[in-house]
């Protein structure tokens, strides 16, 4: 059965650092996966994603994540974090049935 | 903007009640997938419809029902409404084609409170 694991319920950062959040999944195949961002109370908004070819994947407003098979990881990176990007982010794995299945989800606190 | 929307956005129900959400998905979207996300956790999967007909289901009682319509619009039944189904539901919608896995598109939600 296919699951996401984000380790890290929350996460803080200083503005202008860099950040990485976790995401591990399950999959018997192929994966296909997500990283979506919430803002509180609005819906999900797609950073990117991964089908298949080239493993680091770049997304919007500065984020990208690297897909790594051998440790079934899916880390989603920025560089410089905005105060803007505060919010909570979600990994998310999708089954051929283009089924999602979501992670319980990584808080991001910024802080100037 | 997704071009997903949902109504109500908000809603009060007391338990035992029926409630029906309503999605109306992004223009040539034939899919629509319903999300139930609880306080501080991430969306679950209840099902998915295509071209009106149910095409996956997560692990959500039968009282959780949908539609999907001929312009691919969609609603959610829950009847006999409990406490624990309080959450935020999402919707999301795809462009399926030849079963292939697609981006979903989520609209903002419609919060539910069960009193």
């Known amino acids: 059965a296919q699951s996401v694991t984000q380790p890290d319920i929350h996460i803080t950062v200083s503005e202008g650092a860099s950040l990485e959040l976790r995401c591990n999944y399950s999959?018997?195949?192929?994966?296909?996966l997500f990283w979506y961002v919430q803002s509180p109370g609005q819906g999900l908004q797609l950073l990117l994603k991964?089908?298949?070819?080239?493993?680091l994947v770049q997304g919007i407003k500065g984020f990208e994540a690297e897909f790594k098979r051998s440790q079934s990881s899916f880390n989603l990176r920025k560089p410089s974090v905005h105060w803007s990007d505060a919010a909570e982010y979600f990994c998310?794995?999708?089954?051929?049935?283009?089924?999602?299945?979501f992670g319980t989800g990584t808080s991001l606190t910024v802080i100037p | 903007e997704t071009g997903v929307t949902q109504s109500p956005t908000h809603l009060i129900k007391t338990r035992g009640q029926q409630v029906t959400l309503r999605c109306s998905s992004q223009?040539?979207?034939?899919?629509v997938s319903w999300y139930q996300q609880a306080l501080g956790q991430g969306p679950q999967f209840i099902f998915q419809?295509?071209?009106?007909?149910?095409?996956g289901r997560g692990n959500f009682p039968p009282r959780f029902s949908g539609l999907q319509f001929p312009n691919y619009s969609s609603e959610l039944n829950v009847n006999a409404l409990e406490l624990d189904d309080s959450a935020l539901y999402l919707c999301?919608?795809?462009?399926?084609?030849?079963?292939?896995?697609?981006?979903?598109?989520f609209g903002p939600g419609t919060r539910l409170l069960v009193l």
């Open positions: 999301a919608s795809s462009a399926q084609t030849g079963g292939l896995v697609e981006t979903q598109y």
């Open positions: 999959y018997g195949a192929t994966p296909y």
């Open positions: 991964y089908f298949s070819g080239d493993t």
């Open positions: 998310a794995v999708v089954n051929t049935g283009n089924q999602f299945y």
């Open positions: 223009s040539g979207h034939n899919t």
């Open positions: 419809y295509y071209r009106e007909e149910e095409n």
